[in-house]
């Protein structure tokens, strides 16, 4: 049986705990509570792809604003501006149609999957992008005002996405009550499933990682110290877990 090819991550530690990489052409659910740093992971995805990689890449917005994530981006040194103009990089605008207001930027959809998935097929097309980010499936799905439309669509769209062969991060907003998916469908549509957390221990809030999911992938079962900085983020040894 052949291997599947992989996708370095550009998150260092990250590719040792899935044993190479993302699996290629999948898509992949990136879940964790407010401010676990799932933004911040799949920037430095789409960001170290192209630099270090060569690989184009896409980035649909539905949370913040194009201009906040250009600053998140330039947060941690990472300039986007030059290779969007190059056409190596892609932020397609979700949030302004969403907020009702008129976007100024080259790309821009509704909220809404049909919408989503013909921009991403043009532009996948345009640029060769190999890597999709989709921020995020809860902006997406809270749009849709049933659960049976949101699983319909959900299930569509990573039909689509992987009839399309780029590797796909797409962020997921997780419950209160610490649930991987809200609507018992997003975690078996992707082919992987990464948990980002935060939690309180001895009065200090850590950020960890852990890979809950990713079919053909001989990955790691260990939750790890996950660490954000201002080059990006990093995934620590587990030995200084709770310390
Ligand atoms: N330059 C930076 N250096 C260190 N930490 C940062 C920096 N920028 C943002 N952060 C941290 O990242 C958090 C936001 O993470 P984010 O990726 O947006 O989380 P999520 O998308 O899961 O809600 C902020 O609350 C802050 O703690
Ligand atoms: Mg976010």
Request: aromatic residues 6%; glycine residues 10%; proline residues 2%.
């Amino acid at each position: 049986m052949s291997q599947i090819a992989r996708v370095k991550t550009g998150i260092p530690g990250l590719d040792k705990m899935l044993n190479g990489g993302l699996p290629k052409g999948r898509t992949i659910l990136l879940s964790g509570p407010a401010g676990a740093g799932k933004t911040t992971l799949a920037t430095q995805f789409i960001y170290k792809g192209v630099l270090d990689y060569g690989d184009p890449g896409i980035y649909v917005t539905f949370d913040e604003d194009p201009k906040t994530v250009r600053q998140n981006f330039s947060g941690f040194g990472w300039k986007i501006q030059s290779l969007e103009k190059e056409n190596l990089l892609a932020l397609v605008d979700g949030f302004s149609m969403r907020a009702g207001v008129a976007s100024k930027e080259k790309y821009s959809i509704r909220l809404e999957i049909d919408d989503l998935l013909t921009t991403l097929i043009a532009l996948i097309d345009e640029l060769g992008a190999e890597r999709v980010v989709i921020d995020s499936l809860t902006a997406l799905a809270i749009s849709l005002e049933s659960e049976l439309r949101i699983r319909r669509e959900i299930l569509k769209l990573s039909a689509v996405m992987s009839s399309l062969k780029c590797t796909t991060i797409v962020t997921s907003e997780m419950s209160q009550s610490g649930e991987i998916s809200r609507y018992g469908v997003e975690e078996f549509m992707a082919s992987g499933v990464i948990v980002l957390d935060i939690q309180e221990v001895n009065q200090r809030l850590m950020r960890s990682i852990y890979i809950r999911k990713m079919r053909g992938i001989n990955h790691e079962l260990i939750r790890r110290p996950f660490m954000l900085s201002g080059d990006g983020c990093i995934v620590l040894s587990s030995e200084t877990l709770y310390m």
